[in-house]
């Protein structure tokens, strides 16, 4: 026996006896019993419901599967019928005695790239640093602490733990 039917035959037996249960302690006016039987009852329910409606989902699954197969084999071999005749794209590449352009024009190219992702990346840093180090500045300082200290004299602690200071102070 496999684990599923053992499964299912403990889940119908907590069924059968959970639901037998809830009237047994219904007659004899033990109403906690009868509620807690309920809801043992109510999920055994709801796990065989839902085993059972796996079973069938599988099952749809196994032969929607086998369908798509069967179709995927049909659209396959009339695709590979009507195929055209393989063509040479780079036909000049075929041939490896004849690369002597291909190469330097490859390498120019990087080399052009290159030199134009060095100048972007220059340009960047010069025109980036001083704006996000000033945006930077202008957010840190809010944190930064009173100018003379939290011992100032002038600046009363409870007040300061109360409300920050004003900016001309700081």
């Not at 219904?26 to 109510?42: C, D, K, M, P, Q």
């Not at 196994?62 to 590979?80: C, K, S």
Request: glycine share 6%; net charge positive; proline share 6%.
């Amino acid at each position: 026996m496999n684990t599923r039917r053992i499964g299912l035959a403990v889940g119908v037996v907590t069924l059968l006896a959970s639901g037998s249960y809830v009237f047994v302690y219904l007659y004899r006016w033990e109403w906690n019993r009868a509620l807690v039987s309920g809801l043992i009852f109510l999920a055994c329910e709801v796990a065989l419901t839902t085993f059972l409606l796996n079973q069938r989902l599988r099952a749809t699954e196994a032969r929607l599967d086998t369908l798509v197969d069967v179709r995927h084999d049909r659209v396959l071999r009339r695709l590979e019928e009507t195929a055209p005749a393989p063509r040479a794209s780079f036909a000049w590449l075929a041939r490896p005695e004849h690369t002597n352009v291909f190469v330097p024009v490859l390498l120019g190219a990087g080399v052009v790239l290159s030199a134009l992702a060095w100048l972007v990346e220059r340009v960047a840093r010069v025109t980036a640093r001083p704006t996000l180090e000033r945006s930077l500045a202008g957010r840190l300082g809010e944190l930064a602490p009173p100018a003379h200290g939290f011992l100032d004299p002038v600046v009363d602690p409870v007040a300061l733990l109360r409300a920050p200071l004003p900016r001309d102070r700081a």
